[in-house]
Nanobody, 115 residues
Framework: QVQLVESGGGLVQSGGSLRLSCAASGRLFSFYAMGWYRQAPGKQRELVAAITSGGSTNYADSVKGRFTISRDNAKNTVYLQMNSLKPEDTAVYYC?????????WGQGTQVTVSS
């Protein structure tokens, strides 16, 4: 069983920045594919950014050039640096780990961007 704990959400003005962190349990974190998803009210959960065990990344078109996903295997932590935030980025952000095709989720952290 893998546990994921997110932190770093909050309220920020449009144009501001936030950094989300996700701490994962387990000794094999470096082998996990990790990602950040978000879900806005009334909308489906969507992939924001993902990073493989080898460090390859991919992003949703809506956040390219503004968000950066990274990982620190020594700290069992994945980060999402969010810059130039927009009101449409407002959502609950969830950390995700994929291990042997199984998906694990954190509890989510609220990000609210005011205009």
């Amino acid at each position: 069983q893998v546990q994921l704990v997110e932190s770093g959400g909050g309220l920020v003005q449009s144009g501001g920045s936030l950094r989300l962190s996700c701490a994962a349990s387990g000794r094999l974190f470096s082998f996990y594919a990790m990602g950040w998803y978000r879900q806005a009210p009334g909308k489906q959960r969507e992939l924001v950014a993902a990073i493989t065990s080898g460090g390859s990344t991919n992003y949703a078109d809506s956040v390219k050039g503004r968000f950066t996903i990274s990982r620190d295997n020594a700290k069992n932590t994945v980060y999402l640096q969010m810059n130039s935030l927009k009101p449409e980025d407002t959502a609950v952000y969830y950390c995700n780990a994929v291990i042997d095709s199984l998906h694990y989720w954190g509890q989510g952290t609220q990000v609210t961007v005011s205009s």
